[in-house]
């Protein structure tokens, strides 16, 4: 005890307070005391400590039974049976049946045991570990006692014969095809070991194998099929051999016949055959073996009935070798050429024509020979006529064409020339020959110095004018445009006109060509590619398409006629030397 708060009392001391009294476990207090103790399954091994107890030292700690095993663990005990067995709800053991689960994992058989299990495999079947069994191969070991095939199954096997036997347990027996009627043979059948085979009858022979049964055994053949001696090559015909039932006959192609020994062949000649109407050529007939072929003459082609002969048109082919024209004829052709040309020596080639050496020609002056053609032309001052063969007189002084000082001298026309006069008033220059002057005049001032005209420029005493050549015309005084012929009346052409510059040209459709007049087409037998002259008329690009205002310009002058005007007229400087109806000298 201890005194007490109050100093007068004695009160209990809890000695449990203080380290649990020394106790290892429980610790408790008294009155006045204090003791120690232990939890359930230890028991105190002195005043203060505790020691598990042995439960399993007692027999009765778990029921009785062999089987049982008792195993000690701190402050208790377990109960625990061995493998294969299980505790019971009365803690009882018993055996576990593994067979319950899964066949204890058993391909086939599972046995249950105390304590264990174990696994067996079903007949036809061997263990090859604690749980999995494998099929046993019996045809492995003395084919299974099977007398032909044995087959393996799972488990077992099963014997089997080949064909043409049937099973009688493990042995085969034969079958006899021909008595059971299960040969097919169509004509004889003759049994086997196994098997059997048909015969046929002279000149037949067995078709080939064929697949029959379940699986698929090649049977022999049944049929009975004919002997083609001609496929065999074995008959003694000279062309053709025709086979029969069992034999063959002869026979020959066409245009051939059968001998009496009903194997050779001789050809027939159907050229001396004239009652064969279809077989008649229409020119020569030649017999070949077998056959014939009709023949034609020369220049004729065999046609497509192989009969007649067609004439072989020789223009077709290179035009018949022909320059110009190809003439075909019955058998034959020959050739021409156009017109301007003549045929040559060899019969094919064309020669040109030169109508200004055989005076085939209209022209009154000058001619020109062209390829297939000719040209007139004339001489220094004079021009063409309309009908472009006629030469007449160029009016110089009408057409400006002159170098007449306009002031001091007037243009006086001659045939084929012209020449310059002095105007009255005037006289022949003394210091310049040539000229005309005014007895003590100065020289007259020219105009046309001071006027710029686009083409010609007219001093008419004193007054400059302007003008243009043929094929323009003024627009403002001065400057001289295009006049487009072709837009009036196609410009007199019959087929196409062309517009140049200050002139115009016709050109012919394909087939035609251009005539003499320059605007007509005439129709020409021969091919010839679009030309705007294939014969007939040339024409310059810009020249005049009006002649009489363009002639040539004089190559010589009359003593009277004036020079130094280097202004007059104002025309071109060259033409081209190429004029209607051929060109002018």
Not at 142 to 154: K, L, M, S
Request: hydrophobic share 20%.
């Amino acid at each position: 005890f201890e005194l007490g708060p109050d100093e007068r009392s004695c009160i209990d001391k809890n000695e449990c307070w203080v380290s649990n009294g020394g106790c290892s476990d429980i610790c408790v207090n008294e009155d006045g005391s204090y003791h120690c103790s232990c939890p359930p399954g230890y028991e105190l091994a002195d005043q203060f400590s505790c020691i598990d107890i042995n439960e399993c030292d007692q027999p009765t700690t778990c029921l009785p039974n062999a089987i049982s095993v008792c195993i000690n663990i701190p402050g208790s005990f377990l109960c625990t049976c061995p493998f294969g067995y299980m505790l019971d709800e009365e803690k009882v053991c018993i055996n576990i049946n593994e067979c319950a689960v899964g066949n204890g994992g058993c391909d086939h058989n599972c046995n249950d045991l105390p304590g264990t299990y174990d696994c067996s495999c079903r007949s036809g079947y061997e263990q090859i570990n604690f749980h999995e069994c494998e099929d046993i191969d019996e045809c492995l070991t003395e084919n299974g006692d099977c007398e032909q095939e044995c087959y393996n199954t799972p488990g077992s096997r099963v014997c089997d014969c080949y064909y043409g036997y049937y099973p009688n347990d493990n042995l085969c027996t034969d079958i006899d095809e021909c008595e059971s009627n299960n040969d097919d043979c169509e004509h004889s059948c003759t049994n086997t070991e196994g098997s059997y085979y048909c015969t046929c009858e002279s000149g037949f022979r067995l078709a080939d194998f064929g697949l029959q049964g379940q699986y698929r055994i090649y049977s022999p053949p049944t049929r009975c099929v004919d002997i083609n001696e001609c496929y065999l090559q074995i008959d003694l015909c000279e062309q053709q051999c025709l086979n029969a039932l069992g034999s063959y006959e002869c026979s020959c192609y066409d245009g051939y016949t059968l001998n009496g020994d009903g194997q050779t062949c001789d050809d027939i000649n159907e050229c001396a055959e004239p009652n064969e109407v279809e077989l008649d050529c229409s020119d020569d007939c030649f017999n070949i073996p077998g056959s014939f072929l009709c023949g034609c003459n020369h220049g004729f082609t065999l046609g497509p009935d192989e009969r007649t002969c067609w004439d072989n048109n020789e223009c077709l082919s290179d035009n018949g070798g022909c320059q110009h024209v190809c003439n075909n004829t019955a058998g034959s052709f020959y050739c021409n050429c156009w017109r301007g040309y003549q045929l040559d020596a060899d019969s094919y080639s064309c020669n040109d024509i030169n109508e200004c050496d055989v005076d085939d020609d209209d022209c009154t002056d000058l001619c020109f020979n062209t390829p297939g053609s000719y040209q007139c032309s004339c001489p220094d001052g004079y021009q063409l006529d309309e009908d472009l063969v006629t030469c007449i007189d160029f009016d110089e002084c009408r057409n400006h064409w002159h170098d007449c000082d306009p002031i001091t001298m007037v243009c006086v026309n001659a045939i084929g020339n012209f020449s310059c006069n002095c105007r009255p008033g005037y006289m022949p220059s003394v210091n310049t020959p040539g000229t005309c002057e005014r007895p003590g005049d100065d020289p007259p001032q020219d105009p046309c110095l001071s006027r710029d005209c686009d083409q010609i420029c007219n001093n008419t005493v004193g007054v400059a004018e302007c003008s243009c050549y043929a094929g323009f015309r003024l627009v403002d005084d001065v400057s001289c445009r295009d006049i487009n012929e072709c837009a009036t009346n196609n410009g007199g052409c019959y087929h196409r006109c062309h517009n140049t510059e200050g002139d115009f040209y016709c050109s012919c459709k394909n087939g035609y060509e251009l005539d003499y007049d320059g605007h007509a087409c005439i129709y020409q037998r021969h091919p010839a590619t679009e030309s705007s002259y294939p014969r007939g008329p040339l024409y310059a690009p810009s020249f005049p398409s009006s002649l009489s205002s363009y002639p040539r310009v004089p190559s010589s002058y009359s003593p009277s006629y004036p020079s130094g005007s280097s202004s007059y007229p104002r025309s071109p400087s060259s033409y081209s030397p190429l004029y209607p109806r051929g060109p002018s000298s």
